[in-house]
C-alpha cells in the first residue's frame, strides 16, 4: 500500500517524506485540505511553495506556529482567528496568487516572511489590477516620507530606516506585479512597462532621499534620463538600471558650473539611495556608463554639453543607445528637451562612414568578451549567448536605424513593437518577425523566472535539473518539464540566431545605409562568413559565382559588384539560396552582354528582388529562363503577369509559326512562345498572383494554342507532302486534365482524334490522311528542345492503345452505341474541342453529350462498376512502396477521390440538371451544392482538398524541375517544397501535417458521397 509521502512523490513533491512532516506541521484542517493541496502541486516547485507556507504560517497570528495560535502558549481556549491558512480557504485568488508566487520565487518568500502583511497586497479586487505609474510613484515616494504632490518631493530623512523602508515598499509592488505575472493576469509587456514604471519611481524617490541629503539642491534643475530597458519600458526583474543625467540651472542665466555641481551630489546621493545595503538589502545598481565619455567622463553634464559631445565626439554605439532614452525622473521638461534634440541625432546616425560595419564590429565584440569570460558557459547565456536576448535586440536596433531615417513609423523604444513595425513596414518578412518575436518572449519569461528565484540579476540557464523542472512547470509544459523546457529554449535560440545573422548582417544593410553616397562593394573576405551566416549550403562555391560576376573593371562587373550586395540578401530569404545565386549567374552570362539587363536590375528594384526569389525557388522558372532571358522584362510590372487572353495567344502562336518555312521550325517557334507564356504563369503562381483554379485555366489555354499552332503546320507537311489537299475535317478532342482546364505544368495533353471526310473523298483516303497528321502532329510537339514538351496521351480512345489512334465521327457514334463502357462516359464528361475544326468538334460533343449526359442518369450497374473500377485503381495503380497519404493523386483524400465524386454526381443527374454540365471539378461540385445534391460543408472539403493537392503537383514541378504525384521523401527538398507553398522555413512538418489533415477530412466525405447511395 502506498504511503502518504509516496503519493505525495507521485503528485510532484521531490521530497514526500518532507513534504508530508510539513503539511502535518501545518494542521489538521491543512493536511486534509484538497483544494490546498491542489494549489500546491500546480505550482512550479511545490517542495519550495510548501517550505515558504510553512515558515509564512508560523508568522501568522493565528496560524497554529505562532504563540497565540491554537495550541500554543498565549491560546485562550477560545476560537482560532481565521489565520493565513482560512484566508487562503476562503479565497481562491489569493490561494492561486500567494502559492504561484512562494513556488517561483524563494526571496519573495523571504520577503513575506519579514513582512506578513504584506500578504494583503494579494488579497482583493485591488490583487489584479494594474497600478497607475503616478500611483507607484506616489506609494514609493510616501515610503520615504516625501510629499507626492510636491514637483520636487524631498524625504523626510535619508538614514538606514529611510532606505529599508523604500526597500520594503518596492518589493511589495514587485511581488503584486509577479503574483499577477506567475498566473497569467499580466502580460509580458504589462510585466516589462512596469517593472520600468517601478524603477522610475523608485529613481524618484532615490532622488527625493538625495534631496534631503544635500540642501541647496533648489538650485539646480535636474532630469535623469532612462537608458536600456528601462528606457524602452522593457526592464527586467533585477537589472542595472542605465541612466544619464543632464542639468541646468534652475533660475535663467544661472551659474551653470554651481548648478553641475549640485547635480552631480544629487545624482550621487541617488545612487546611493537605490544601491546601497541595508536589513532589506539593496535594489539594484544605477549605472551611468552610458553618459559620453563614458566613466571616464564627467556623471553630470548640461543639455548643450551633451548635444555638442553628440554632434562632434559620439561613436556609433552611443547613438544606438540614445534609441531607449526616455525621462523617467527628476525634471521632466528638461529631459523631454534632451530625448528630442538627441533623437534628431539618433536618426541621422546610419549615414555616417562605416555606420553598419561598427555595429557589426560592436556586436562582434561582445560576443568575444562572453566567450573569454564566460568560456563554454556562454552557450547558456540568455541574454549575450548566441540566439540570445541581445542578438534580436542588436538586428532589431540596427534595422531600426537604418530605415528609420526615413520611416517615422520604425521609431520605437521597445524591442517588440520596433519589430512589429519593421514587419509592418515590409523590413523584416512576417515570418521572420513572428518567429523573433516568439523567441524574444520566451527568453524574457525565461530570465524573469530565473531572477525572481532569488531576486539576483543572472542570465545563464542553470545546468541543475531542480532548476530546469521548476522553470519547465512555471511555463505550463506537460510531460518531462526538463527535456520540454530545454528542447523549446534550444529551438528558439537557434531560430534566433538563424534570423540574427540573416537580418544583422544581410548586405542589404549596406546598401541602404550607404548608397548613393558611395558604392557599395563586396568584400571576398567577409563573403564566406556571411554566406554561411545567411544559409547558403555551399559558399565556397557562392564565392566562385560572385568571383566571376563582379571580377574585372568593366561596366558589367562593375554594377554586379554593386548588385551582388542587395541580391544576396534576397536569394537568402528565398528556399534554395545557392540554386538563386548559381541561376543569376547563368542568366547574367547570357544576358550579361545585353545593355538592358543589368540596368533593369539596377534601377527597378523590385525586377532584382523578384529574380532572386524566383531563381532562388524554382528550378522549372530558372530553366524556361534560361532559354527565354529576354522574359526577365516581365518581373517588373505585376500587369505583365497576368494570363493572355486565349484569343491573343490563338493570334500570335499562329503568326509566329507563319513566318517559318518548314513545320519543324514553325513548332519550335511555337514552343519558344510556350516558353515565355509558361514562364509568365509561373512567376505569378509563385507570387500568389494567380491561384490554383487559374493556373490551370491559363495552361489549358496555352496548350490549346500550342496544339492549334502545331496542328496547322501538320497539316501543312502532310499536304505538301502527298502533294494534295487532305480531304477531311481534323479536330483535337482535349480530355481529362487538359479538358478540365486544370493541368498541372508537368501534365501530359490528353487528347482524341476525329476526322470527317469531305464530300467526295473516300473515307480510306481521308482516314490515311488524318492518321498521317496526327502522327506529325505528335512527333512535331516531341522533338528535343530545350523546354519542357507538351507530349500527347491519345489512351482515352475507344479500346485505348489497341484502338485506331484516329476515328471518324460516324465511327465514334457507331463505337459508342454498341461498346461504350461506364469509364468512356465518364472520360467523356472532361471533352472539349481543344484544337482544329470548330464544327466537327461541335459535332463531336453533341454525339458524346447522350452517354456523359444521360438523361435518367447512369444505371445503378454501371454506379457498381464505377465504383469497383475506383477500388481497383487505388489497389493496382498507386506506385510501389509510395505512401498513399501523401500520393497526391491517387491517395487518400487526394485529386482522384475528389474528381470521382464530382464526376459520379454528374453521370448521374447531369441528364435531368444542366448546370452540372462542366468540364471542371471544382464547378461541378459548386453546381451540386446549388442542386442540393452535396452539402456545402462536404464541398468545403472536398474543394479544398483538391486545391491543396493540385498546389502541391504545381510546387513539386516548380522546385523539382519535373513532374511527380507524391511529396518527396527526401526532407530538403520536402522543406523546399514547403517554402514554395508559402511555410516558413521551419515549416514543413507543418505542411505534411496540414496536407495529411486537409486529405483525410476530404476522404471522409468521399467515402460518404461516393459509396453510400
Known amino acids: 500500500m502506498q504511503t502518504t509521502a509516496g503519493r505525495l512523490a507521485r503528485l510532484g513533491f521531490a521530497d514526500g517524506a518532507r513534504a508530508e ?33 510553512t515558515r509564512l504560517v508560523e508568522r501568522d497570528p493565528g496560524g497554529p506556529g505562532h504563540p497565540s495560535g491554537p495550541g500554543g502558549p498565549g491560546d485562550p481556549g477560545g476560537p482560532a482567528a481565521p489565520g493565513l491558512l482560512g484566508a487562503l480557504r476562503a479565497d481562491p485568488g489569493l490561494r492561486a496568487r500567494l502559492l504561484g508566487v512562494l513556488g517561483v520565487s524563494a526571496a519573495l518568500g523571504d520577503h513575506l516572511v519579514r513582512h506578513p502583511e504584506h500578504v494583503a497586497l494579494l488579497a482583493g479586487e485591488r490583487a489584479v489590477r494594474r497600478p497607475a505609474s503616478r500611483d507607484l510613484r506616489a506609494g514609493l515616494l510616501r515610503a520615504v516620507g516625501a510629499d507626492p504632490g510636491d514637483p520636487r518631493p524631498r524625504a523626510a530623512g535619508h538614514g538606514t530606516e529611510t532606505l529599508s523602508a523604500l526597500r520594503a515598499a518596492y518589493r511589495g509592488r514587485l511581488l503584486h506585479l509577479a503574483a499577477r505575472d506567475v498566473t497569467g493576469a499580466a502580460s509580458l509587456a504589462e510585466v516589462t512597462s512596469e517593472l520600468s514604471d517601478l524603477a522610475g519611481a523608485a529613481l524618484e524617490a532615490g532622488l527625493a532621499v538625495a534631496r534631503a541629503e544635500h540642501p541647496g539642491s533648489e538650485a539646480v534643475r535636474l532630469a535623469v534620463i532612462g537608458m536600456g530597458k528601462c528606457g524602452a519600458r522593457e526592464l527586467n526583474y533585477i537589472s542595472d538600471v542605465d541612466v544619464v543625467f543632464v542639468a541646468e540651472p534652475a533660475e535663467e542665466g544661472g551659474d551653470e558650473t554651481e548648478a553641475v555641481r549640485h547635480a552631480t551630489r544629487l545624482a550621487q546621493g541617488m545612487m546611493r539611495a537605490c544601491s546601497a545595503t541595508t536589513p ?78 561598427d555595429v557589426q564590429a560592436m556586436r562582434r565584440r561582445v560576443e568575444d568578451h562572453v566567450r573569454r569570460d564566460t568560456g563554454e558557459a556562454a552557450e547558456r547565456q540568455l541574454k549575450l549567448g548566441p540566439g540570445g536576448l541581445r542578438d534580436i535586440e542588436f538586428a532589431v536596433q540596427l534595422l531600426q536605424l537604418v530605415h528609420g531615417r526615413l520611416d517615422p513609423l520604425l521609431r520605437r523604444r521597445a524591442t517588440l513593437p520596433a519589430l512589429a513595425a519593421l514587419s509592418r513596414g515590409g523590413y523584416v518578412g512576417r515570418d521572420d518577425a513572428r518567429a523573433l518575436a516568439e523567441a524574444y518572449a520566451f527568453l524574457r519569461r525565461v530570465e524573469h523566472l530565473l531572477q525572481l528565484h532569488r531576486l539576483r540579476r543572472t542570465h545563464v540557464v542553470p545546468a541543475d535539473p531542480a532548476d530546469l523542472r521548476r522553470l519547465g512547470r512555471a511555463l505550463g509544459m506537460a510531460g518531462d518539464p526538463v527535456e520540454a523546457f530545454t528542447a523549446r529554449w534550444r529551438r528558439h535560440a537557434m531560430e534566433a540566431r538563424r534570423l540574427h545573422e540573416k537580418l544583422f548582417y544581410r548586405p542589404l544593410l549596406l546598401a541602404v545605409a550607404r548608397l548613393p553616397e558611395s558604392e557599395t562593394r563586396l568584400s571576398a573576405t567577409a563573403a564566406q562568413a556571411r554566406l554561411e551566416a545567411l544559409g547558403y549550403t555551399d559558399p565556397a562555391g557562392a564565392l566562385r559565382h560572385i568571383s566571376a560576376l563582379t571580377s574585372g573593371v568593366s561596366r558589367r562587373a562593375a554594377i554586379q559588384r554593386t548588385l551582388l550586395p542587395v541580391m544576396l540578401g534576397w536569394f537568402a530569404d528565398a528556399p534554395d539560396p545557392d540554386a538563386g545565386l548559381l541561376g543569376f549567374r547563368r542568366v547574367s552570362d547570357e544576358l550579361g552582354t545585353t545593355p538592358w539587363y543589368l540596368r533593369l536590375l539596377r534601377d527597378e528594384t523590385a525586377v532584382a528582388e523578384r529574380l532572386a526569389r524566383l531563381l532562388g525557388t524554382s528550378r522549372y522558372a530558372t530553366g524556361l529562363l534560361l532559354n527565354a532571358p529576354e522574359a526577365v522584362v516581365m518581373l517588373g510590372s505585376d500587369a505583365e503577369l497576368a494570363p493572355r487572353p486565349p484569343e491573343a495567344l490563338l493570334s500570335e502562336a499562329r503568326v509566329t509559326a507563319g513566318r517559318q518555312t518548314t513545320a519543324e521550325n514553325a513548332v519550335a517557334a511555337v514552343r519558344g512562345l510556350r516558353r515565355r507564356e509558361l514562364f509568365r504563369t509561373a512567376v505569378a503562381d509563385l507570387t500568389g498572383h494567380l491561384d490554383v483554379e487559374r493556373v490551370g485555366q491559363a495552361l489549358s489555354a496555352l496548350n490549346d494554342a500550342t496544339l492549334q499552332a502545331a496542328l496547322d503546320a501538320a497539316i501543312d507537311k502532310v499536304e505538301m507532302e502527298r502533294r494534295a489537299p487532305l480531304g477531311t475535317r481534323f479536330a483535337v478532342i482535349a480530355m481529362g486534365r487538359l479538358g478540365g482546364a486544370e493541368p498541372s505544368y508537368g501534365s501530359d495533353a490528353d487528347v482524341m482524334f476525329v476526322h470527317s471526310p469531305l464530300e467526295g473523298v473516300a473515307e480510306r483516303d481521308a482516314t490515311a490522311g488524318a492518321h498521317a497528321v496526327a502522327n506529325e502532329l505528335r512527333r512535331l510537339l516531341a522533338l528535343p528542345a530545350p523546354d519542357p514538351p507538351l507530349l500527347i496521351d491519345p489512351d482515352l480512345r475507344p479500346e485505348g492503345r489497341q484502338g485506331p489512334l484516329v476515328r471518324t465521327l460516324a465511327s465514334y457514334a457507331a463505337y459508342y452505341r454498341r461498346w461504350s463502357s461506364p469509364w468512356e462516359s465518364q472520360a467523356l464528361l472532361r471533352a472539349r474541342l481543344s484544337a482544329g475544326d470548330a464544327s466537327l468538334g461541335t459535332a463531336f460533343l453533341e454525339l458524346a453529350d447522350p452517354l456523359r449526359y444521360p438523361a435518367d442518369g447512369i444505371p445503378d450497374t454501371a454506379v457498381r462498376e464505377i465504383r469497383r473500377l475506383k477500388a481497383r485503381m487505388e489497389a493496382e495503380r498507386l506506385p510501389r512502396g509510395a505512401d498513399p497519404a501523401l500520393h497526391t493523386k491517387l491517395g487518400p483524400g487526394g485529386l482522384s477521390d475528389v474528381e470521382w465524386v464530382a464526376q459520379l454526381l454528374q453521370l448521374r443527374h447531369a441528364g435531368r440538371l444542366p448546370s452540372l454540365r462542366t468540364t471542371r471539378t471544382l464547378e461541378a461540385l459548386r453546381a451540386a451544392v446549388a442542386e442540393d445534391l452535396l452539402p456545402s460543408d462536404d464541398e468545403a472539403a472536398l474543394a479544398e482538398a483538391w486545391r491543396f493537392a493540385s498546389r502541391v503537383r504545381n510546387a513539386i514541378v516548380l522546385v523539382r524541375g519535373r513532374a511527380a504525384d507524391s511529396i518527396p521523401v527526401d526532407v530538403r527538398e520536402r522543406a523546399l517544397i514547403s517554402q514554395a507553398l508559402g511555410y516558413p522555413p521551419d515549416g514543413t512538418e507543418d505542411f505534411v501535417e496540414d496536407y495529411r489533415r486537409v486529405t483525410r477530412r476530404a476522404r471522409r466525405v468521399m467515402e460518404r458521397a461516393f459509396y453510400e447511395d
Open 21 to 53: 512532516r510539513l503539511l502535518g506541521e501545518l494542521g489538521p484542517e491543512a493536511a486534509g485540505d484538497l483544494d490546498l493541496l491542489d494549489a500546491l502541486v500546480g505550482t512550479a516547485d511545490p517542495d519550495l511553495a510548501l517550505t515558504s507556507l
Open 280 to 357: 532589506e538589502g539593496a535594489l539594484w545598481e544605477v549605472d551611468a556608463a552610458l553618459r559620453p565619455e563614458g566613466k571616464a567622463g564627467p556623471l553630470v553634464r548640461t543639455l548643450a554639453s551633451h548635444l555638442a559631445y553628440y554632434r562632434r565626439w559620439a561613436k556609433t554605439w552611443e547613438f544606438q543607445a540614445l534609441l531607449k532614452a526616455r525621462p523617467v525622473a527628476g525634471d521632466t521638461e528638461l529631459g523631454e528637451r534632451y530625448v528630442e534634440a538627441a533623437n534628431e541625432m539618433v536618426w541621422q546616425a546610419a549615414t555616417r562612414e562605416k555606420f553598419v560595419e
